[in-house]
């Protein structure tokens, strides 16, 4: 048995886990603790690097000593300290690789540099209703939109992506349009409650083009033209506003669920997972769950808890990577992080 500390800091929140992992089977999350900085950010409309750094530094240990004691366990049962290495702040990732690497050489333990997307693609396998190999991915965060095939740990196949902007950017950015605060993505969730779906018709990009590619950028024009349309009137009623919402999420969950459909067809495969925060829209959950029922097909979450940044996640990583020996922990605490790092470069050849 192993257990292993992992460290997230990658962006805007701070998570620490405590995971425990035998040779085999699935690793165990023991305790697990998050500070999110929404509402240190939330002034500034988005996320500030250089206070996403500072906080980082404030919150780490205590959430660490959180999670031990939680697990009631300590640093001396710990033996191994995994951490987000990229993608992601770079000040952000340094906070945590810094943090990881000088626990780990004061304890004489390793450490394991993690790749932030494979957390999130593998967080479903702490789940109560846990996947298993092969499946298609649905990435969709804040910065990525993928399908990708997985064939086992470290066996990625990008099988496409967006080639402008991200999903979770386009709730994002269209949630600003429509006056709603940061993080976008909720907030336009909720306002789409109140709205009929059907009443802007908005561009689906890319929904026919044949290939599996993402393009969000012309929805995002599309919904700053309604807007601007609205406000021109003179009285935006909360209504339109609440219909112009339900109209831009229906968009991108159409895309996002025609997409998966496809690349589940293209590959054969009966199962897929959906991975990031914005796997967390439950109007995506809704729609991808009823069309994949229609075809016997799978489909597996995170934990609510575990859909956005997360410590849980990056243990499990971590411990998935060591049980098949395509990760070596270090003891070797240079950090340096990866800002940019193509999940493409974790592969490992068949
Ligand atoms: O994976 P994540 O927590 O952070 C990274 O980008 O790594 O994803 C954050 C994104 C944001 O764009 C946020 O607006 C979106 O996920 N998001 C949502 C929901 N919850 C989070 N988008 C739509 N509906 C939601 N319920
Ligand atoms: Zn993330």
Redesign the pocket.
Known sequence: MMKILGIES??D?TGVALVESATSGMPVLLAHALHSQIDMHQAYGGVVPELASRDHIRRVIPLARQVLTEANSSLAEVDAIAFTRGPGLAGALLVGAGVACSLAAALGKPVIGVH?LEG?LLSPFLSADPPAFPFIALL?????TQLILLDDVARYELLCETIDDAA??A??KSAKLLGLGY????A??RLADFGDAAAFALPRPLLHSGNLDFSFAGLKTAVRTQALKLEALGTVCEQDRANLAASTQQAIVDVLVRKSLQALRDTGLKRIVVA???G???KLREQLNTECKKRQIRVHYPELAL???NGAMIALAAAMRMQRGVAAPRHHYEFGVLPRWPLADLSVAA
Request: net charge negative; proline share 7%; with cysteine.
């Open positions: 990658s962006c929140e932030h999130h969709v965060s804040g910065g990525h979770g950017e709730f994002d993080p976008g993505g909720p336009l969730a990031g925060g914005v967390a829209n439950t859909c956005t940044d």
